[in-house]
C-alpha cells in the first residue's frame, strides 16, 4: 500500500491511477469500507482512464461484488476506442461477469473475440 500512496503523492503519469491498488489493497486488509470510499472517490473525481475501471472491476469481483464489477468493467469499454489495447481484455472481463450473473449476451458481449 505503502507503493501506490507514494505513487499517488508523486502525481506522475501511471498506466492506472494508483488508487485503485489502494482500494485492492484495503479489500485484503479486510477494510472493505474505506476500499469503497476510495472507489466512490474516483468515481466522483471523473476522467477515469479504461485501465482503472478495469482494475477496480476487477477488484470488486474478487471481492464479491459482481454487480459493482459489472458496472466498472461496462464504463471501461464505453470508455475505451477501438484501438485501446486493454478494450480485449476488458470485453473479456464484463463477458465473464456477466456469466456469472446469468445475463443474457448483449450487443457488448458480441464484440469479444
Known amino acids: ?11 506522475g503519469e501511471a498506466g492506472f491511477d494508483p488508487r485503485a491498488g489502494i482500494a485492492d489493497t ?3 486488509l479486510e477494510r472493505p ?3 469503497r470510499e476510495v472507489i466512490e472517490t474516483i468515481r466522483t473525481e471523473g476522467g477515469v482512464s479504461t485501465a482503472t475501471a478495469h482494475t477496480i472491476a476487477e477488484t470488486l469481483v474478487a471481492y ?4 459493482g464489477g459489472l458496472e466498472w468493467a461496462t464504463q471501461a469499454v464505453l470508455g475505451c476506442d477501438e484501438n485501446d489495447p486493454e478494450q480485449g481484455a476488458v470485453l473479456r472481463t464484463r463477458y465473464r ?3 456469472d450473473l446469468g445475463l443474457p449476451e448483449d450487443e457488448l458481449d458480441e464484440l469479444v473475440s
Open 1 to 11: 500500500m505503502e507503493c501506490f500512496q507514494r505513487a499517488v503523492e508523486d502525481g
Open 64 to 67: 464479491g461484488d459482481l454487480r
Open 26 to 28: 484495503l479489500f485484503e
Open 33 to 35: 469500507d474505506e476500499a
Open 97 to 99: 461477469i456477466r456469466v
